[in-house]
RNA sequence: GGAGAGGUGCCGGAGUGGUAACGGAGCAGAUUGCUAAUCUGUCGACGCGCAAGUGUCGCAUGGGUUCGAGUCCCAUUCUCUCCGCCA
């Protein structure tokens, strides 16, 4: 009788550092004492189950073995003595195989509803306004009065149209024309290329992933409605190219020397937003579809906090090259996303809406991911560990597009980014 | 979409009801005067144990038959080949 596999290596740490779990979950404004002692009691459950079941078994193997010997023999009638006493142990054997998946699957779902422990750097807090700033870099340029916002720039130069996509899909997903759709196409192989020039090497992935992926990077069971999710083959649209190449290693046993991993790869990506509206969705601020250039990095347990670092420097150059404004957050803990340890959000200055949208979002995930994803190596006693997983936006086009219209407005147009110019073959929009 | 074949450990590959051959790779230990060879060991998950160890489970997935299932039955899924359709 098959007994479910699942991976509960997160069970060893809640019952080696249960309290220390509780006082990390505190920053996220999470009291989980409930429900560790729900767990650790659920899991003694199991192994005292598991325990009888296995002794049951046992038991019954040795009697199969013993009749089958005895029927190669010729004792038929030795063997269908000992088959009578088969009955009570095959039944006992069901109950309480039947009882260790039940308790498998509970203690599975309770695992699921505990997020990652953030790291010591994570300030504690409930909200955006709780983050901590910790770089800041750029000139934020004074507009004059007749500035504009980024829709009306697209509209003035007829680069982005919103209400034609409204008409093929709906809101949320602009068609960016002309000028609009090659500087889209610019930032995407800028990036790629800036990535690849330091060690990422380029993937495509599939934009659309079955149910597996999305519970092993995180977005499942936690986001659910987030997802668009198609019916007829069950299988769920993209939020982030993070999904389908972490995924790449799930049910992966690498060995020491594989590290570092980094990929790199453009997706579109989709995303419900179910219950965002106002003001703040205008525009390119918050879209449906979106096009995206990722970095993920498999890394070895030791190396991953600098690895998160390399990638956070990294995008600093990019922004730096665009010459755009922008802020470093550090995200406490109320707004630190279900699956990571440490976020580093980068957020680029929109001038003519005087805030500050983000555009980056650089995490370290530590196990936390490759728990679900079984993704492990073979460290150098022969032990399989989790490995740590890491992504980051490098970068999201839409915003960094809005931030270029808007900060890069002049009287005879939009100034293209020196950086950008080779790949768009034009210097000015206007 | 129709028809057929198939899914066995890291890889290759046997196994048609009695408890996963064999070959290779990688790794570890031992040994040998040296770009290497030889010998031995070596899959994963979970339980018990300080440990040596030991038990259970795993042959695509889920059920079923049986004292016993890789092997038989049912369902699902994926891959390949041919046909159809098609960028």
Redesign the pocket.
């Known amino acids: 009788?098959?007994?479910?596999?699942n991976?509960?290596?997160q069970?060893q740490r809640i019952r080696d550092e249960k309290d220390i779990i509780i006082v990390a979950l505190q920053k996220r404004n999470i009291d989980a004492a409930t429900l560790l002692e729900d767990v650790l009691q659920l899991?003694e459950k199991r192994?005292a189950t598991?325990?009888k079941?296995?002794?049951t078994?046992?038991e019954?193997?040795?009697?199969?073995?013993e009749?089958?010997l005895l029927?190669?023999s010729g004792k038929a009638q030795e063997a269908n003595i000992l088959?009578e006493k088969?009955g009570d142990l095959?039944e006992d054997s069901k109950r309480l195989g039947d009882e260790l998946?039940t308790a498998m699957e509970e203690l599975q779902n309770l695992l699921y509803q505990i997020p990652n422990i953030p790291h010591d750097l994570v300030p504690a807090g409930n909200t955006e306004k709780d983050n901590e700033e910790v770089f800041k870099e750029g000139e934020i340029p004074t507009l004059t009065a007749d500035a504009l916002p980024h829709w009306e720039l697209a509209k003035k130069y007829g680069i982005i149209d919103f209400e034609l996509g409204v008409k093929i899909t709906g809101a949320g997903f602009p068609v960016y024309k002309g000028k609009g759709a090659r500087l889209q196409r610019a930032l995407i192989a800028y990036f790629l290329d800036k990535n690849t020039e330091v060690g990422y090497s380029e993937i495509q992935v599939p934009y659309l992933v079955n149910e597996a992926s999305g519970y092993g990077t995180g977005q499942l069971p936690d986001k659910e409605g987030q997802m668009y999710h198609i019916g007829a083959d069950d299988l769920y649209l993209i939020p982030t190219a993070e999904v389908p190449v972490t995924n790449i290693f799930r049910d992966v046993?690498l060995?020491e020397s594989d590290f570092p991993i980094c990929y790199t790869g453009y997706t579109p990506c989709f995303r419900r937003e179910a219950g965002s509206y106002g003001a703040h969705v205008r525009g390119l601020n918050r879209l449906h579809q979106f096009d995206k250039v990722e970095i993920v990095r498999v890394e070895h347990p030791s190396n991953s906090y600098q690895a998160l670092d390399g990638m956070v420097e990294h995008v600093k150059t990019l922004l730096r090259e665009l010459k755009l404004p922008y802020r470093i957050l550090r995200l406490c803990g109320g707004d630190l996303g279900f699956t990571s340890a440490l976020t580093y959000d980068f957020e680029v200055f929109s001038t003519a809406q005087d805030r500050w949208l983000e555009i980056s979002s650089v995490s370290n995930f530590e196990a936390y991911q490759a728990n679900r994803l079984k993704l492990?190596f073979?460290d150098h006693n022969?032990k399989?560990q989790l490995a740590h997983t890491l992504n980051g936006s490098s970068l999201a086009l839409p915003r960094v597009l809005a931030g270029i219209l808007e900060n890069c407005q002049t009287s005879q147009g939009i100034r293209i980014p020196d950086v950008l110019v080779p790949y768009c073959g034009f210097d000015i929009i206007n």
């Open positions: 009788m098959p007994i479910k596999q991976y509960m290596l069970l899991d192994r598991q325990t079941l296995d002794n078994l046992a019954s193997n040795k009697l199969s073995k009749i089958g029927f190669k088959k088969t095959k998946n046993i060995n492990r073979k022969g399989n």
